[in-house]
């Protein structure tokens, strides 16, 4: 009816894609989003790219990954314990390995699979806007999603570790797939298995910020029951989806999990612990944090030289000044909107709480952060 009555009134054809949302949402918005990964995988640099601390997993995925299969490594460090890297052994190294003996040359294989990632990013995001926040209009959602891959954050660990993208990537399909659930338009079972597949998929590398993503999820789900007008019923229909999710996520992820938990529970804790805590993320500070500067490396040099030299035109300047822009825009759209929705309250709290626990032990000419002594507490009190 729609294409009829747009060619009734002698409006050009093209116009008929723009008049259907759902044809625009199937077509244009993936085209839009592979296009962009694109340009911003453009971006990442021309050849092999080792600059995530794993040559080995770039040069030799197979070999890299079979010596993991041994919870010790003689080879590496005078004899390592394994379990560090175990975590490697999950999708993202997967598709190294299976580049490889699909001898697709190794510039190549990584290009595609950071090209995965960036995308991944946008879908992810886009995904969580259009079922968390169901009254915003297409447009909202695109832009949401583009400021979810273009952004300091992204670029920061695209040239650091790429690899903690990947735990950044998933979260937003947790939560979109969690609310979901929650609401009853996902069986529990496909749910559950949804989040333990994601879980596996962002495993990061790194799995401390996995457990970032477990709290921030968890916190979604505390919200979302709060202010549900019937919070005893939304808790029933809630719980037996949890079950699942985390039972699941266990046994799925607990191949890599078991010997990452008995490398953590000795070396890696041997290794913070003697460290100082003023160490930990003590050259950033609340302005750069909200500008997406947060990252402990963004300002620090070593040896005279900085980890990241482009870095500096965004300290100050017109470059730093437009890192304000989504800040002050997503927070006035916070103070300016009448009726708070959950999903808005849960934005703002995460943000309220993640921010200070971020700039950590940040010191400068007027002192050190007002997190400062709340780090101090947690350290002396809750060792590791």
């Not at 990537?169 to 989040?195: D, F, H, I, K, Q």
Request: glycine share 8%; proline share 7%.
């Amino acid at each position: 009816m729609k294409q009829e009555a747009v060619q009734a009134s002698g409006a050009p054809p093209w116009a008929t894609v723009w008049s259907q949302p759902a044809l625009l949402r199937r077509a244009g918005v993936p085209a839009l989003f592979v296009a962009l990964a694109l340009l911003v995988t453009t971006a990442y640099g021309r050849g092999l790219q080792l600059n995530d601390g794993q040559a080995a997993l770039h040069i030799d995925p197979l070999k890299f990954l079979g010596q993991l299969l041994s919870a010790w490594n003689p080879a590496l460090h005078l004899g390592t314990h394994t379990g560090f890297w175990y975590p490697y052994e999950t999708p993202y190294a997967w598709a190294y390995a299976v580049a490889q003996l699909l001898h697709v040359p190794p510039a190549v294989a990584q290009h595609c699979i950071v090209f995965v990632v960036y995308l991944g990013c946008l879908w992810s995001m886009y995904y969580c806007l259009r079922y968390v926040t169901p009254a915003l209009s297409e447009a909202a959602r695109i832009a949401g999603a583009c400021a979810y891959l273009f952004n300091m954050y992204v670029a920061l660990n695209s040239q650091a570790q790429i690899v903690w993208l990947l735990t950044y990537a998933t979260l937003p399909a947790l939560v979109a797939v969690t609310a979901r659930a929650m609401r009853g338009e996902l069986n529990y079972w496909r749910a559950g298995l949804s989040v333990a597949l994601l879980v596996l998929v962002g495993a990061g590398i790194n799995p401390p910020l996995v457990g970032i993503n477990a709290i921030l999820l968890a916190l979604f789900v505390v919200v979302a029951i709060l202010f549900d007008p019937a919070p005893g019923v939304a808790l029933r229909r809630t719980w037996p989806f949890l079950a699942i999710a985390a039972i699941g996520t266990v046994a799925v992820n607990l191949y890599w999990l078991v010997p990452f938990v008995d490398f953590f529970r000795g070396a890696y804790l041997n290794g913070v612990l003697s460290e100082a805590p003023s160490m930990h993320n003590a050259a950033t500070s609340f302005a750069n944090v909200l500008r997406g500067l947060g990252h402990w490396a963004t300002f620090v040099s070593f040896a005279g030289k900085a980890y990241f030299p482009w870095a500096a035109a965004y300290a100050a300047g017109v470059f730093g000044a437009l890192l304000w822009f989504v800040p002050i825009v997503a927070l006035a759209g916070i103070a300016l909107r009448r009726n708070q929705s959950p999903a808005m309250l849960y934005f703002l709290i995460v943000t309220i709480v993640s921010v200070p626990l971020v700039v950590g032990y940040y010191h400068d000419q007027l002192g050190d952060a007002v997190t400062t002594p709340v780090y101090d507490v947690l350290y002396r009190n809750f060792p590791g």
